[in-house]
Structures are given as C-alpha cells and as structure tokens.
C-alpha cells in the first residue's frame, strides 16, 4: 500500500504598517456593514453581503468577485481566533481561509496588519500555474486592501 502525501497548501501574505491604534484597524476589518466593504477593492471586488451578524465572530458574508472577466461567488463564515488581534474569513466548503492578523506597534500608535490566504495546492502544471497567476494576483489585492485600510483609518472616527 502507497501512502498518499498531501500537498502542504499555498500561503499568500502581505503585511504592512498602518499609521493608527491596533483597535481601530481591527475594528474597520471586523465590521462587514460598514468598515470591511470599504477596504475590498472595488476592482475586484463587485459586491460583500452580509447574511448573518456583521460584526466579527458568527458573520456570514457572500462575496462577488470578477477577475480576468470571471465571476464568482463564494460564502465564508467569519470567527476571531483571537478577538481583537486575528480574525478569519473561512468559505462554507472550507478550502480556503483568509486572515487578518492585527500586532501593535509604536508603542500601541500604530499596527503591522497582515493578510493571509491559504488554499489547497494542485499539483503539476496546474499547480504551477495556479501560484504563479495567484501569487501576482493576491499581491496586487492585498497591497489595495492594505493601502484602502490605512486611508479609512485615516478618517475622523464617528
């Protein structure tokens, strides 16, 4: 009998500083009515909606997505692993997850916000393929995400 290895899965990050206390950047990231639409890219992203919560732990969201002219939609659920630090958006059929991890720094003035998505590997050319065209692409998302966030933070607070 041949044991099967199973792939370690694809890791895409980015990380950067934003100018502004950690609770604030977490607290746009966690907030799927207001703040979170508001740092997806809009070239990417065409719609978030909220189907259950909206604000961190138990969120249901529905995300339309249009790359290369390819639609899709996909449902994820939102829990914080650690409240107020880590959150994770996770898809219903739990391939994909994607983290948003918030570390204080400059002595609490600003945050090192990192974004994580990990997926499941192909393998071959397809895998090769698949990190090569996901890796550009998730870096250019994330560097949009990464920049939106720090303007929306940059906003008086209500």
Known sequence: ?????????????????????????????????????????????????????????GTVIRVQMRVLGIRQEFRARITEPEPGR????????????TSFLVEPHANGTACEVTLTTEMPRRRGLAGFLQRQFLGWLLR???????????????????
């Open 86 to 97: 880590l959150l994770v958006e996770t898809s219903d059929d739990g391939q994909i997850t």
């Open 140 to 158: 250019r998302m994330f560097a949009e995400e990464l920049r939106l966030l720090a303007e929306v933070c940059r906003e008086p607070t209500p």
């Open 1 to 57: 009998m041949v044991a099967m290895t199973t792939a370690p899965p694809l890791r895409f990050t980015a990380s950067t500083t934003i100018p502004a206390p950690p609770a604030r950047a977490y607290g746009i990231i966690a907030d799927y009515h207001q703040g979170h639409p508001r740092i997806v890219p809009p070239k990417y992203f065409t719609g978030l909606i909220v189907e259950e919560g909206g604000i961190g732990a």
